[in-house]
């Protein structure tokens, strides 16, 4: 009779606690440990991953925005892992960000070089956002080269221009700071009055110079998104000496000052910012300004890299 099949036995609930549970609790005791490893550790585990699949000691770090991963094509011989396959590692899903860190060596400095990166507004909090910088740190990144793709508001700039960050305003709504403070990983207050600082600005101009680029320099804002923003916010951001916006970056550098990393900043100024054209924002407009410029991109970063190496 099925009734009495499906009712609770007393011979079966012995078997189930004391066959089947010995190995709940074992399962229940990782998961735990799990849970309880901290960030650092988190850390550390990532950067163990990546040493056992290269094994010299990245100088350089690079962040590749949306649009602009053809620079890790540049490696002769490069080792390419896919961010999946990184321990707490996260991915995104925004078309144009490969998900790749390509380690490898360019015009003999040792670069490590994310293909892609996963934003604040894709729902990661500020920690799992900033984490493959806390990864470049400890694999024992010196430097770090940022770009993003960025709406101008410069009337002096134009789509294709290229931007030194000299500074940014953070309008994101939070910190990858804000927490406990691991003293480990830097100091409770970190200053951010030279943030691009003069060794990551000076390395971006003397490339430029090299190449004859008229590099733009200007303030970068970085805004939560994914929403574009209103004509209004844009003259909002003019009247406050903005020229550039972005959803990214900012957390980026705050994480690398945190950690004593040098950074230099660029914006591939992909659209005049919202309110200067009549034809509506498009994330299409993006990458086929950044595929546009990619050429120039990848000659001064490659020489950026090597004068932030060796200045
Ligand atoms: N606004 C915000 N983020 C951007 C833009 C923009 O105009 N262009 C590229 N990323």
Known sequence: MV???????????FVFFYKVGPFLAILDKVGKNKEQMGYFEEIQEAKRFIQDKFNATPQIGVVLGSGLGAFAESFADATTISYGDIPH???SGVV???GE???????GVTCAVMSGRVHFYEGFDMQKVTFPMRVLKALGCESILITNAAGSMNENFAPGDIMMI???INMTGDNPLSGPNDERLGPRFPDMSTAYGPKGQAALKTAAAEMDLNLRQGVYVGLRG????????????RTLGVDAVGMSTVAEVIVAQHSGMDVAGLSILTNNAAGFNAEPLSHDEVKETADRVKGVLIELL???VKHLACP
């Open 166 to 168: 000299t500074d940014h």
């Open 302 to 304: 490659n020489k950026s």
């Open 89 to 91: 590692f996260a991915q």
């Open 226 to 237: 994914p929403s574009y923003e209103t004509p209004a916010e844009i003259r909002m951001f």
């Open 96 to 98: 144009g960000h490969a």
């Open 3 to 13: 009734f009495s099949e499906n009712r609770p036995n007393s011979r079966n609930n």
């Open 101 to 107: 860190l390509v380690l490898g060596e360019l015009n």
